[in-house]
């Protein structure tokens, strides 16, 4: 199976999901990482604004008040990360994914674990994105890369996917 085709059949299952199981999820996944060492260990968490159907990381944030948060932001092809303020709120992309607006961006070498939204993932920690290689190409230009660990639903893991030179692979994966 393709990239392409598996990326079609994870978003339509995602978009079958129930509002019911879509919070038992989220609990169960805000619930781990709160015990989760590499989370406890950290002291800056990148993390991401959830899409519709994606394991929502934003408990975390509010039940995790020990860390900074940062959010990625779209820079031509690459993502870059801050904090979200009240006087630099999150504002809708192109995509309509909310990313910060505060000007002051953190290095990925101060980062100390990234939390990544996924499609799929694989046996080996690769993960399936929307393929278009933003958190790839950002991580291949780390010099220090943070801890990644991916936010998924347990029918989200697949034997193997197909992967190409570029895709880096997860450190971690917490499961709902």
């Not at 999901?17 to 038992?24: E, F, H, P, R, S």
């Not at 394991?55 to 870059?80: C, D």
Request: proline letters at 7%.
């Amino acid at each position: 199976m393709t990239k392409h085709d598996l990326r079609r059949r994870m978003q339509t299952r995602r978009s079958s999901i129930t509002d019911t199981d879509k919070q038992l999820a989220n609990e169960s996944i805000c619930k781990q990482a709160k015990a989760h060492p590499l989370i406890i260990n950290a002291s800056v968490i990148a993390s991401y604004q959830a899409l519709t159907h994606e394991i929502n990381p934003a408990s975390l944030t509010h039940n995790i008040s020990n860390k900074q948060w940062l959010y990625p932001r779209v820079e031509g092809k690459l993502l870059v990360f801050a904090t979200i303020t009240p006087e630099h709120p999150a504002k809708e992309n192109k995509f309509g994914v909310l990313e910060p607006t505060h000007p002051d961006i953190t290095p990925l070498e101060a980062i100390d674990v990234m939390l990544i939204p996924l499609l799929a993932f694989d046996e080996k920690y690769y993960r399936l994105g929307y393929g278009g290689g933003y958190y790839d190409r950002t991580l291949a230009k780390a010099g220090k890369r943070p801890i990644l660990i991916g936010l998924a639903y347990e029918w989200q893991k697949v034997k193997e996917l197909p992967r190409d030179a570029w895709d880096i692979p997860l450190d971690d994966v917490i499961i709902a």
